[in-house]
């Protein structure tokens, strides 16, 4: 069921020091100095695990919310036996996103993404009656599609047409989500371009992305299930990414740990990987450069078309912003892996022989950059390692399930005319918006 829970929280910018009250889904400074993440701060310094509140509200204490929504699950960590006996770790430690239910774990859509979608969901939010908008490679839209449509939210989720396999669900979509395609060729940098536009019209507002501090601190969850789980701060954070997002989420959650001061000080090693070719972030971090280098779009397109993982094909990363990716390895130090279609594919069969689920590919690439960690001796045998499967069991969530796919109700072009864009979705939501 769907309830009230009132987190106390403040809301602080990054770039002036200035703090604030969460009142108007604020998603950058409101004094507007410069390019910074805000961040909140929960009256809570200790994290309150509340099991009686559904899936992941029960870490609602460090969630921006002021209510729980039907349907959530929760990152669910256990102490590997099967990958690390292979891997010769003593002390890794899973922290499974996805459906396994013999392990607790029942997130439908099978990725972290619902850890967002239920926090952002949420979260907040004065323009409740509104449409938010969601561009996503696919997984994001998935997840967003879910809880909005379980939960009568309305929302404009924004997709390539090349990704739309990525909206599989088994229950009907309510009409209150629409969604909107970019031709194919185009990626998810096309998709923001599109629903930026989607968001120009009278009553649609951007859900933020990385900006969003409920998006974050909802991924966030995955340390807080690990920590509590452990019952300390790891020494190593071993995920894949493509806007960076979840590491920085990992790293505020870390600091968050640090305050509460039952499980340690130390910083987890921020160990994060990327598909290749498609390596922007990697190209940036090791030309220790806080701006990404520039890139032709073509021959990112093009890369992006090679790469298995394409949920990690993100050409505009949470990375040079202040408090973004480049300061939370500065501060906590890590490295970016490389990792090829061909490794992530062993990965992820070793996952299954040795763990007996399914990986997502991008999970499989954060598999695959343990298998390089452990290879090269960048982490010891007993060094306490937190592997965030960011997506698993959708193999077996669809062999148990019946799924159907959620077709685009419109495709634009690369460089649509805005006002055509801004028309005709204004047009889809005519009978929900009043
Ligand atoms: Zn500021």
């Not at 239910?101 to 969901?121: D, N, Q, R, S």
């Not at 601190?217 to 340390?223: F, H, I, N, Y």
């Not at 921020?270 to 990404?292: C, G, H, T, Y």
Request: charged letters at 25%; aromatic letters at 10%; a neutral charge.
């Amino acid at each position: 069921m769907s309830g009230f829970v009132k987190t106390k929280y403040h809301l602080q910018s990054l770039c002036c020091g200035d703090c604030f009250e969460d009142q108007n889904w604020e998603l950058s400074c409101p004094n507007k100095s410069h390019a910074a993440l805000l961040r909140a701060y929960y009256a809570d310094k200790q994290l309150v695990i509340n099991d009686k509140l559904p899936g992941l509200y029960k870490f609602s204490s460090w969630l921006p919310i002021h209510k729980t929504l039907n349907g959530s699950g929760a990152p669910v960590t256990f102490k590997s036996v099967g990958l690390a006996d292979r891997l010769g770790l003593k002390n890794l430690f899973i922290t499974f996103n996805g459906y396994w239910p013999e392990k607790g774990a029942l997130m439908k859509t099978g990725t972290f993404k619902e850890c967002e979608a239920y926090a952002v969901c949420a979260r907040v939010n004065s323009k409740e009656n509104d449409v938010m908008v969601v561009a996503s490679a696919g997984n994001t839209a998935r997840a967003f599609a879910k809880v909005c449509s379980e939960n009568k939210i309305p929302l404009l989720i924004v997709v390539p047409e090349d990704n739309l396999k990525a909206l599989w669900f088994t229950e009907n979509i309510d009409p209150c989500v629409k969604l909107i395609a970019v031709e194919s060729g185009g990626d998810y940098f096309d998709a923001i371009h599109l629903s930026n536009l989607a968001c120009q019209i009278g009553g649609f507002y951007p859900e933020g992305g990385s900006k969003n501090v409920a998006r974050r601190d909802g991924m966030g969850t995955t340390v807080l299930s690990a920590v509590s789980a452990i019952g300390k701060i790891p020494d190593y954070y071993f995920q894949a990414i493509g806007s960076g997002t979840g590491a920085v989420a990992a790293w505020e959650a870390n600091m968050r740990f640090i305050e509460d001061g039952r499980f340690g000080s130390n910083k987890m090693k921020l160990m994060v990987s990327q598909n290749s070719p498609f390596v922007p972030i990697k190209e940036a971090w090791e030309a220790d450069s806080r701006e990404m280098l520039p890139f032709n779009d073509e021959v990112a397109r093009k890369q992006v078309e090679e790469i298995v993982a394409k949920v990690l094909s993100n050409r505009k990363p949470t990375y040079g912003i202040k408090g973004g990716l480049y300061d939370a390895m500065k501060d906590a130090g890590g490295e970016v892996f490389e990792v090829s279609n061909e490794e992530a594919d062993i990965a992820g069969e070793l996952f299954i022989q040795t763990e007996g689920n399914d990986l997502e590919p991008a999970a499989a690439v954060a598999v695959a950059s343990l298998m390089q960690a452990v290879v090269h001796k960048k982490v010891k045998p007993d060094s306490v390692i937190m592997l965030n499967i960011t997506g698993g069991g959708i193999e077996k969530f669809k062999s148990e399930n019946k799924v159907s796919y959620l077709k685009p109700q419109m495709v634009f072009p690369l460089n649509p005319d805005p006002l055509v864009v801004r028309e005709k979705v204004k047009m889809l939501f005519e009978n929900i918006l009043v």
